[in-house]
């Protein structure tokens, strides 16, 4: 943890529970890592002309970062909004023909896909990726402490899609059959396209940087 030994060097009089949670709070709220090095800063230098607890001093972490009002940088283009629905469409239809293809291929061999099926998950996906987009600030700070929760919500989800798309494939409205290896290859393909894509970004995690001097 890079960021816990830096944050003992440079804040050394200040709680490091107090600066891992102030620093999380202000990452929820997509302020830059230069704001946040220069904020930690400024709690340390008061802390260090003073005794006391940092909580008795500025209050609890998560109203302190509240109460800073810093600039959130994190805030979303229209085009970046349509790149995390685009990529999360992506992701969803590729489990669906992931699923219908290894589904496929433990029967006839023969992948069965819906138009039905895809266009269902097309809204859902888009409509959900809109909504947490917009609060994805909320989201992430609810996941965060959730986690356990937001992990059951997910495997439910991803339960839900998959029985989703065979009840809806099972109709046989505009139903399509495929090889079960060619549904396999392009789900999979689909699939892994959006964790290469984040883990391939330079830059992506806006690293905290503390002012010089």
């Known amino acids: 943890m890079r960021f816990k030994s830096e944050f003992a060097q440079r804040a050394p009089h200040v709680d490091q529970g107090w600066v891992d949670d102030f620093v999380l709070e202000l990452r929820l709220r997509d302020v830059s890592g230069s704001a946040i090095g220069a904020a930690v800063l400024e709690v340390e230098s008061h802390m260090a002309a003073q005794t006391g607890d940092v909580e008795d001093v500025f209050g609890p972490p998560k109203e302190y970062a509240a109460a800073l009002d810093l600039p959130d ?8 909004i349509a790149w995390i629905v685009a990529r999360s469409l992506l992701l969803v239809l590729g489990f669906s023909a992931l699923s219908a293809g290894v589904v496929g291929l433990l029967g006839d061999g023969r992948a069965t896909l819906s138009f039905a ?3 269902v998950l097309t809204v859902g996906t ?3 990726a809109l909504a947490l987009t917009c609060r994805r600030n909320a989201a992430l700070r609810w996941i965060v402490e959730h986690m356990f929760a937001a992990f059951v919500i997910m495997i439910l989800g991803v339960v839900a899609v998959g029985f989703g798309t065979a009840l809806v494939t099972d ?5 399509f059959q495929v090889r079960a290896w060619v549904a396999i290859v392009v789900g999979a393909a689909m699939c ?8 391939s970004r330079k ?6 940087t503390f002012p010089r001097g």
């Open 126 to 128: 888009v409509m959900l």
């Open 171 to 175: 109709t046989g409205w505009a139903a």
């Open 203 to 208: 830059g992506f995690d806006d690293p905290i």
């Open 117 to 119: 099926a895809m266009g």
């Open 192 to 199: 892994a396209a959006e964790p290469l894509w984040f883990f």
């Open 73 to 80: 940088t994190g805030r979303l283009t229209r085009t970046e």
